[in-house]
């Protein structure tokens, strides 16, 4: 098995998996009971909570909120969004970008039902949102950003501290979701003035069902504290693996993502390596294969145990992510996600390119005799 869809979930780590497993074990006691098993949960609590926010760079004031899922988190904004902002000042619309990912458009979607208003600003040939296109689309009304910082499926990178200087500018709540950016670019949030960041531990190498909100002191945010002390444990191991991990994820893994590219193009010559003029995450490569549906492609390399991406579950199509970042549709159809890890080795990388080389070539024999009958 080679598994190159890491922008879809991650393998957990030992050590994630083992610091969760206390709360089954041991320290299984309800963290609001007065007695001694209750008030172990609680130290536990305080300590990672502290841990955390020295890991992330925050301030110890910032608030943290555990949920199951990022998409369960930004429900939650969402409505405390719509209760202590909207509501309040009259400030209704709302925008993202026009790639983000289904679930999440669909939540900020659910506001137009009482009021509010979604509006999606386009992203350039470059996959990216500028501070000049930013401001065109900060009307009056705006009241919150919401977008990822770099995209699951094409690995651009947002130019996120010009984004951010000017919502602060302008008096508007931004939020981010770094869950594709954590321990694959320098994180100190302190520095940036995000209102609301989001992380979702399945694709940080914790578990399935784990994920954190990060809100900034002084803002507002209506919801339940909800103790969560094993998925906080988890996801304190998995940030510590990250960063200890991060200078060899930068550099180690963005060399594999490059062989990999490199001897992609020199095997298959009309290959095309997509947003390599772009800043993007050092993990993630996007390759067209002209002429060669992805989705048979990505059914043989399925089948021979090589496992990509072309978007659909949880994210939009691949094809229609790059249809709007102005690729021609007959080059979106044929292209495929390719994600590394800090796990990912040089062997894996190159069985995967002997697969993908055998698979196109097999294809395109199809291609042409399908032709000539």
Not at 106 to 128: A, K, M, P, S, Y
Not at 149 to 165: E, N, Q, R, V
Not at 191 to 211: R, V, W
Not at 259 to 264: G, L, R, V, W
Request: aromatic share 6%; hydrophobic share 45%.
């Amino acid at each position: 098995m080679i598994y190159l869809d890491h922008h879809s979930a991650t393998k957990p780590s030992l050590s994630a998996i083992e610091r969760m497993l206390v709360f089954f074990k041991t320290d299984w006691g309800d963290p609001l009971a007065p007695h001694f098993m209750g008030q172990q949960v609680v130290a536990s609590i305080r300590k990672n909570t502290k841990r955390f926010t020295d890991l992330l760079g925050l301030n110890p004031l910032d608030r943290i909120f555990c949920f199951q899922s990022r998409l369960e988190a930004l429900s939650h904004l969402a409505f405390s969004h719509y209760r202590n902002t909207v509501y309040q000042t009259g400030k209704n619309q709302i925008l993202t970008t026009n790639i983000e990912d289904i679930g999440s458009l669909e939540i900020w979607r659910e506001l137009e039902d009482i009021g509010c208003i979604c509006r999606q600003i386009e992203v350039n040939e470059q996959g990216q949102i500028t501070q000049e296109m930013l401001d065109k689309a900060l009307l009056p009304k705006v009241s919150i950003l919401s977008l990822s910082w770099a995209s699951p499926m094409t690995g651009i990178i947002h130019p996120l501290a010009d984004l951010a200087a000017l919502c602060k500018e302008r008096g508007i709540l931004l939020h981010v979701d770094a869950s594709s950016v954590l321990g694959k670019a320098h994180l100190c949030l302190r520095d940036l003035p995000i209102d609301f960041l989001t992380l979702e531990g399945s694709l940080i190498h914790a578990p399935q069902g784990t994920s954190v909100m990060i809100v900034k002191e002084h803002t507002l945010f209506s919801c339940p504290q909800q103790q969560m002390p094993a998925s906080l444990a988890c996801l304190v191991a998995a940030l510590e693996e990250n960063i200890a991990l991060f200078e060899s994820t930068c550099l180690e893994t963005a060399r594999l993502r490059d062989e990999f590219e490199q001897k992609i193009s020199l095997q298959i010559s009309d290959a095309k390596i997509l947003f390599t003029h772009v800043e993007r995450l050092p993990n993630c490569s996007v390759i067209a294969f002209p002429a060669i549906h992805a989705e048979a492609l990505l059914y043989l390399l399925n089948r021979k145990g090589v496992f990509a991406s072309i978007g659909s579950g949880q994210y939009q199509l691949l094809s229609q992510i790059l249809i709007k970042c102005n690729i021609a549709p007959e080059l979106a159809y044929t292209a495929i996600s390719f994600s590394l890890s800090y796990e990912t080795t040089e062997d894996q990388i190159e069985a995967a390119v002997c697969i993908i080389v055998d698979c196109v070539r097999q294809l395109k024999k199809m291609t042409l005799l399908g032709d000539a009958l």
